[in-house]
């Protein structure tokens, strides 16, 4: 089996996608798949890795960091030379026409659905605004262009299911992954007095990082010992810190390397992951992973990865979302612990890997749940 992983918006900074792009393409090449990854950069060039070629793909700069291929032709030459029997990739627009070269040229194509359409766009504005009908011509014309769609949760699906079956298009709900080894448990320091929250993630809107500062800053004015402490950069920090004003939240930035997320994520008390819009949620999972229970929104992908024993959950609103945070804190720290580490093993990428490669050999999956 020869898989190519394309991977078309990269920026500076490691995200969610970039992640399980990452474990992915190791499960295949650990299952004897050959693996290439297409991905855009400044220049042309070609690596040889252990994981596979990468192809860099020469791109313009989009905007707060990333790099976006608007020439898809360019990919089909790569993919021409490869020649692969699976193509993978998560871009909806700018490079669907790689997937209709894969339907003339008998190459299965998977697309790997990571976000709503017309939540992303109207959490990315501020507005409401993102016509319904577009959205719909959209899905419909993916559904025909692909061999299969995955998403990773129920509300994933959702945007997808109707126009699918019309189409005769598959739609697999696979969940992705948590490292299980580096996110763990680690010793704590001694108790604080102050109920300790987290949040990490890209600082941008269609994150809801806003949502998650306005939270504990309504718990300070509640009167409530509290700190937080923010892991990750974007184009909303400036935003954030003006939100936070006069609150015990820290913005620290990026955070270079896993096992030091890993180290402030198991620190905290409550992590929170509050986007109602995310279709998954990496960061629930690395947080649960760790032992610290999440306070999430009441709807949305990452809802469906907190039970009753690993969290709590709210309307997505500062109210709401800290009474949520109270009720928590409220519960016996070990057992909550513990049964957050418990959610976490539910997950691991070896099950995800698995299910992957059956769809790229064309087989049907089912769902996979923890």
Not at 24 to 47: C, N
Not at 125 to 143: A, E, H, M
Not at 169 to 198: I, K, Q
């Given at each position: 089996m020869?898989?190519?992983?394309?991977?078309?918006?990269?920026?500076?900074?490691?995200?969610?996608?970039?992640?399980?792009?990452?474990?992915?393409?190791?499960?295949?090449?650990?299952?004897?798949?050959?693996?290439?990854?297409?991905?855009?950069?400044?220049?042309?060039?070609?690596?040889?890795?252990?994981?596979?070629?990468v192809?860099?793909?020469?791109?313009?700069?989009?905007?707060g960091?990333?790099?976006?291929?608007?020439?898809?032709?360019?990919?089909?030459?790569?993919?021409?030379?490869?020649?692969?029997?699976?193509?993978?990739?998560?871009?909806?627009?700018t490079?669907?026409?790689?997937?209709?070269?894969?339907?003339?040229?008998?190459v299965?194509?998977?697309?790997?659905?990571?976000?709503?359409?017309?939540?992303?766009?109207?959490?990315?504005?501020?507005f409401?605004?993102?016509?319904?009908?577009?959205?719909?011509?959209?899905?419909?014309?993916?559904?025909?262009s692909?061999?299969?769609?995955?998403?990773?949760?129920?509300y994933?699906?959702d945007?997808?299911?109707?126009v699918?079956?019309?189409?005769?298009?598959?739609?697999?709900?696979v969940?992705?992954?948590?490292?299980?080894?580096?996110?763990?448990?680690?010793?704590?320091?001694?108790?604080?007095?102050?109920?300790?929250?987290?949040?990490?993630g890209?600082?941008?809107?269609?994150?809801?990082?806003?949502?998650?500062?306005?939270?504990?800053?309504?718990l300070?004015?509640?009167g409530?010992?509290?700190?937080?402490?923010?892991?990750g950069?974007?184009?909303?920090?400036?935003?954030?810190?003006?939100?936070?004003?006069g609150?015990?939240?820290?913005?620290h930035?990026?955070?270079?390397?896993?096992?030091?997320?890993?180290d402030?994520?198991?620190?905290?008390?409550?992590?929170l992951?509050?986007?109602?819009?995310?279709?998954?949620?990496l960061?629930v999972?690395?947080?649960?992973?760790?032992?610290t229970?999440?306070?999430?929104?009441d709807?949305g992908?990452?809802r469906?990865?907190?039970?009753?024993?690993?969290?709590?959950?709210?309307?997505?609103?500062?109210?709401s979302?800290?009474?949520?945070?109270?009720?928590?804190?409220?519960?016996?720290?070990?057992?909550?612990?513990?049964?957050?580490?418990?959610?976490?093993?539910?997950?691991?990428?070896?099950?995800?890997v698995?299910?992957?490669?059956?769809?790229?050999?064309?087989d049907?999956?089912?769902?996979?749940t923890?």
């Amino acid at each position: 089996m020869r898989i190519a992983q394309l991977a078309n918006f990269v920026g500076a900074t490691s995200g969610g996608m970039r992640t399980a792009i990452e474990h992915l393409g190791r499960g295949y090449v650990d299952a004897g798949a050959d693996r290439l990854l297409v991905i855009p950069g400044p220049v042309d060039a070609v690596t040889s890795t252990d994981l596979g070629d990468v192809v860099q793909v020469r791109a313009p700069r989009v905007g707060g960091g990333y790099r976006l291929i608007v020439e898809p032709w360019r990919v089909t030459e790569v993919l021409e030379r490869w020649q692969p029997t699976s193509v993978e990739w998560s871009d909806k627009l700018t490079l669907l026409p790689v997937a209709w070269w894969a339907r003339r040229n008998g190459v299965r194509s998977v697309l790997l659905s990571h976000e709503r359409m017309g939540d992303m766009f109207a959490m990315r504005s501020g507005f409401d605004t993102t016509s319904k009908v577009s959205i719909g011509l959209l899905n419909r014309l993916l559904v025909r262009s692909f061999d299969t769609v995955v998403v990773t949760s129920r509300y994933a699906e959702d945007e997808f299911r109707s126009v699918a079956e019309a189409a005769g298009c598959p739609v697999e709900r696979v969940p992705l992954g948590v490292d299980l080894d580096t996110f763990r448990p680690v010793p704590r320091g001694a108790r604080s007095d102050e109920l300790r929250l987290v949040h990490a993630g890209r600082l941008s809107r269609e994150k809801s990082p806003h949502l998650a500062v306005a939270t504990a800053v309504e718990l300070h004015r509640r009167g409530v010992p509290v700190r937080m402490d923010v892991y990750g950069d974007g184009p909303h920090r400036d935003e954030l810190e003006a939100l936070a004003a006069g609150a015990p939240v820290h913005l620290h930035g990026y955070v270079d390397g896993r096992a030091a997320l890993r180290d402030r994520l198991a620190a905290a008390d409550v992590a929170l992951s509050v986007c109602p819009g995310e279709t998954f949620g990496l960061a629930v999972l690395e947080a649960l992973a760790c032992g610290t229970p999440v306070v999430t929104a009441d709807r949305g992908g990452a809802r469906e990865l907190v039970d009753a024993t690993s969290g709590d959950w709210g309307t997505p609103d500062p109210s709401s979302l800290a009474d949520a945070v109270l009720r928590l804190a409220a519960r016996t720290e070990d057992v909550v612990r513990r049964a957050a580490r418990h959610r976490a093993e539910g997950f691991g990428w070896d099950r995800t890997v698995a299910r992957m490669l059956a769809l790229h050999a064309g087989d049907h999956v089912g769902v996979l749940t923890a």
